[in-house]
């Protein structure tokens, strides 16, 4: 019987990308959170209010996923002038506490034989 208030979704991730940390642990790039939800940061620039976040990025050489609004935010907001780029950076790394810890919920079951 499941559990009432309890959602499953599918999320698909890279098979190299680490796996998820416990809520409060630091950060590891897994990409579960981004996958999940979109962030404020998404839903307030991107407009973006379901599904994977559209600036999740894989980055393979580290084998991690990390946020192409922080890394890159001009290539997904287009009218975005340059001098604004280091400004709109700074406000992203701080908002989603980048690099900082686990602030996902979400509960992981890796398992994709079934």
Known sequence: MKPSGVQ????????????????????NGCGVCCAASPCPVSRLFLW?????????????????????????PAHYLSVLPVFLEPILRYWVRRSIAA????????????DISA
Do not use: F, N
Not at 48 to 72: F, I, K, N, T, V
Not at 99 to 107: F, G, I, L, Q
């Open 48 to 72: 973006q209010w379901r599904g994977s976040c559209r600036a999740l990025e894989w980055h393979a050489q580290a084998r991690q996923y990390r946020c192409g609004m922080l890394l890159r």
């Open 99 to 110: 690099d900082v810890a686990c602030d996902s919920t979400v509960e992981v079951d890796a």
């Open 8 to 27: 499953h979704e599918v999320i698909w991730l890279q098979s190299e990308a680490p796996l998820k940390p416990k809520a409060g642990q630091c950060c």
